[in-house]
């Protein structure tokens, strides 16, 4: 018997009273700690991310060429909403949800949680400074890897502490699976960011990754890491909040190897066989979560509005997008600006559309039950955020494969 259980023993039964306080204590905490990660994703997203990439497509539309902008602007622009928004998000709900999920005999100090987020965000923020303005970036782009991937461990750490609820044998849900998929997906693209980082610190002149590097690393980043945890949310919220029939879970499964398959395709650069799977993968995971069959009940819109499930649906149009365009840019021989459309329609018309569709439906609930401020700012924000896409997608197209020359000017 170790000094834990003797001291489990030792001590005197809670009473109810006492361990309703504590759990509302714990509660706060939480609350308090996922409103951080949060924060921090939303202002990443905002300041450091969107405004940055506006400015680099007023550059672009100006002067008419993609390669008048510095790679390492374009690319702090990405990580930015990569890992501080997506990431910091995917951390938050992680620290708040799992604990709730999985039951253990250990629970992961708060404290650590707030290191860990702090850490993180330092990283994120290192890396656009270097990135941006080139000062000591041969130390900085290793430092703030190295405080990316030490917070993820940390993370890591802390909610693989608990066991499933039931006492029994341990049975995962199946969107745990496609999870713990992305969860993998992040560790693997935040160990190439370290290895890369160290790379060039010591070797190269710019801190940008070489082209044909970026290339399968944002392959990694987007398709191993941010689509494996929306398909893992979507099959654990959309049968509640969409009213939609249970997920095929076989069917998903199998989506979640084709999509492995092809993002190890990709990362060895062979993006034609890569692309063709992505779109076995993503036509077999709509199947499964079976967003478009017609639903065994009403959607929960009460509280958001009552467009709710029709951004939902679009954004599962916007990956079909994304995969075709990619296709197409595998396959063509001038992909001048098919990369970046194929991008953006994952990054914003299906990531970005996501999180701000469910992210508004939870958020608000799990920071204290509140209540969403205003279901007509949600509306406008969906409506311009598919409008912007819609106009970023078709004009990257159509000016960088140089069909309509007025698309230039409506990119930014």
Sequence with gaps: MNRTQVQAIAR??????EIFARTSAREVQLSHLLIF?????????????????????????GRRAADSISPSWIQAHGHAQVLGWIGSFILGIGYYSIPKLRRGSQTFAVG?????GTLWMTGVLLRWFANVYLWQWRVLLPVSATFELAAFLMFFRAVSQHKPQDSGKPKLETWIFVAIAGTIGLLVTLLLNLGACVWLSLRSSSPAFPQAFDQRFLIVAAWGFMVFFVWGFSAK???????????????????????VVAVGFGLAGILRTATALLVVSSLLAILALQVFSRPKQ???????????????????VWLMIAVLLGVWAANATNPSGLWGASRHALTVGFVAMMVFCVGQRVLPAFSGMRLLFSSKLMFAGLLLLTVGCALRVSGE????????????TWLP
């Design 112 to 116: 650590s949680a707030w290191f860990a």
């Design 37 to 61: 990660f949060i924060s921090g994703g939303l202002l990443f997203m905002l300041l450091p991310g969107t405004f940055l990439g506006v400015w680099n497509l007023i550059s672009i539309s």
């Design 12 to 17: 005197e039964p809670e009473t109810p009273e």
């Design 397 to 408: 197209v159509l000016a960088y494969q140089e069909i309509v020359a007025a698309a230039w």
């Design 237 to 259: 919220w959309l049968p509640v909040f969409l009213g939609t029939r249970d997920p095929d879970n076989r069917l998903l499964g199998i989506a979640v190897a084709f999509q």
């Design 298 to 316: 009403a959607a929960k819109t009460k509280g958001v509005h009552i467009s709710f499930p029709v951004f939902v649906r679009s954004a599962y």
